[in-house]
């Protein structure tokens, strides 16, 4: 197989072209997604307290303790880091940037 993926439209007709759907061929849905990240340098805190304290990708004795323990010894440092790229984390804005250039390609 090569790099791109093996694909299926609604006719089950397989294809490993980069973009092999095309108007009247079914219908496609795109799923995207990240884990976010702090929208100001507010919310960094609590955003790695969140993160730490989920158990999908942390499991951990005393998780949420620990949780509140990590996120307030890690978040000066770590407010330090997004101030110097502009106050947030550019992830949520950059997936909405994919979002709408991939939207307007598959039209």
Same mark, same amino acid.
């Given at each position: 197989?090569?790099?791109?993926?093996?694909?299926?439209?609604?006719?089950?007709?397989?294809?490993?072209?980069?973009?092999?759907?095309?108007?009247?061929?079914?219908?496609?849905?795109?799923? !995207?997604?990240? /884990?976010?990240?702090?929208?100001?340098?507010?919310?960094?805190?609590?955003?790695?307290?969140?993160?730490?304290?989920?158990?999908? =990708?942390?499991?951990?004795?005393? $998780?949420?303790?620990?949780?509140?323990? =990590?996120?307030?010894?890690?978040?000066?440092?770590?407010?330090? %880091?997004?101030?110097? =790229?502009?106050?947030?984390?550019? =992830?949520?804005?950059?997936? %909405?940037? $994919?979002?709408?250039? !991939?939207?307007?390609? /598959?039209?």
């Amino acid at each position: 197989m090569s790099d791109s993926t093996i694909l299926k439209n609604n006719d089950s007709k397989e294809t490993s072209t980069l973009f092999p759907w095309g108007r009247g061929k079914g219908r496609w849905a795109v799923v !995207l997604f990240n /884990l976010g990240g702090p929208d100001s340098l507010d919310s960094v805190q609590p955003f790695l307290e969140n993160l730490f304290n989920d158990p999908d =990708i942390f499991k951990l004795p005393f $998780q949420k303790s620990l949780a509140r323990f =990590i996120s307030k010894k890690r978040a000066p440092k770590v407010v330090e %880091e997004y101030r110097l =790229i502009g106050g947030s984390s550019p =992830i949520n804005c950059w997936t %909405e940037l $994919q979002q709408k250039n !991939l939207e307007t390609k /598959l039209r």
